[in-house]
């Protein structure tokens, strides 16, 4: 949950002796049209099966995000000009895992955003990080996001009902304002 990233930092790696066994499995994936097959959400490249082959391409819903998402433009840009103009300082994604490490890189690539509410993702249950994250925000002022594929995510619930109860206690009923939930 750090705000500061040291964009510096390089890393390198070698294979060293598993170059080969790397380099075969390349060519079987490239023989095998994989990354065309994963475009064409092509399940069989990993089952057999009808009902996992169901659920991989449900999975692979993602490779048309950015087409999808275009069609809402003028709504999320409409949303974003009500957060501004109502005062949000603070955005904080509560998610796990997949729901949130997209958001994560994001919020690391590009940094804070003249004019633009602080981003925070919260991706733990450490204690600790929770107490740091409710410091550094003005709570009143605050707008959550809660990120579950599913909608049941243990982690996702409990950082929601957490901070619905804390700003319950500030604003009563009107509580939901500051909350809006992704999920299938």
């Known amino acids: 949950m750090s705000n500061n990233v040291n964009l510096e930092r390089t890393w390198s790696a070698t294979l060293s002796a598993l170059a080969p066994s790397v ?21 069989t490249l990993w089952k057999d099966d009808p009902d996992h082959q169901a659920v991989i391409r449900n999975r692979l ?37 997949g729901s949130s490490l997209c958001v994560e ?14 981003l ?15 410091a550094a925000i003005d709570l009143p002022n605050t707008l959550f996001i809660v990120a579950s594929k599913s ?20 604003r009563g009923e009107e509580a939901g304002r500051q909350f809006i939930a992704i999920t299938d």
Do not use: C, N
């Open 61 to 97: 819903g993602w490779l048309a995000i950015a087409e999808l998402m275009m069609e809402h433009v003028d709504e999320l840009r409409s949303l974003a000009q009500k957060v501004r103009s109502e005062g949000v300082r603070h955005i904080v994604l509560l998610g796990m895992g």
């Open 23 to 43: 380099d075969a499995r390349l060519g079987e994936l490239e023989r095998a049209r994989a990354v065309e097959r994963i475009w064409a959400k092509d399940a």
């Open 120 to 134: 925070w993702v919260l991706d733990t249950t450490h204690p600790d990080v929770i107490r740091k994250l409710e």
């Open 151 to 170: 909608g049941t995510t243990t982690e996702a619930v409990s950082f929601d009902a957490h901070f619905f109860d804390r700003v319950q206690s500030l």
């Open 105 to 118: 890189v994001f919020r690391q690539v590009y940094g804070p955003q003249p004019d633009a509410p602080r």
